[in-house]
């Protein structure tokens, strides 16, 4: 009989445990950067770790629901520019490389989070 099994990058990646450290360390890469950390001043950072797992996992193909408030309300009162967005989802592909996600499934999952740029960059 034909099987055809179909894997999202999420299961490929190694599921909730790898987004989880990848989120942590995007973070701590994040605080580190002087373009960056001043925006998570009286942030709650283990709740929104929480929310960029969810959001993350539902982005890239899991089950994981993500109900919060939607990306262009999140960010609109920070006025990011592209360079913010770049710096950010640079951090994002260090630390999916820290976690020694391959290079191909790296480039699939930045090619889902790049359109995300328009809700998160001022405009
Ligand atoms: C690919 C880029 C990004 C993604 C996917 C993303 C995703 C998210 C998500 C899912 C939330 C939670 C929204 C909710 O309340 O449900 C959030 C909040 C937040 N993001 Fe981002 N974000 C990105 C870029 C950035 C950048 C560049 C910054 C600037 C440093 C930033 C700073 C924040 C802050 C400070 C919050 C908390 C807002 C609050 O609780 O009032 N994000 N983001």
Known sequence: MN?????????RIGGTK???SIV????????????????YDGIDMNKLTDQYVKFLSATLGGMKQYTGKGLRKAHNRFG???????????HMAE???????????????MA?????KKEIVAG
């Open 112 to 116: 889902m989070i790049m359109p995300l």
């Open 80 to 90: 990011l520019t592209d360079r913010h967005f770049e710096r950010f989802t640079d």
């Open 3 to 11: 099987q055809t099994v179909t894997t999202t990058l999420f299961a």
């Open 18 to 20: 790898a987004i989880q």
């Open 24 to 39: 942590a360390d995007l973070f701590r890469r994040a605080l580190a950067d002087n373009d960056l950390k001043g925006y």
């Open 95 to 109: 630390a999916m490389r820290g976690a020694d996600i391959d290079e191909s499934e790296i480039e699939e999952a």
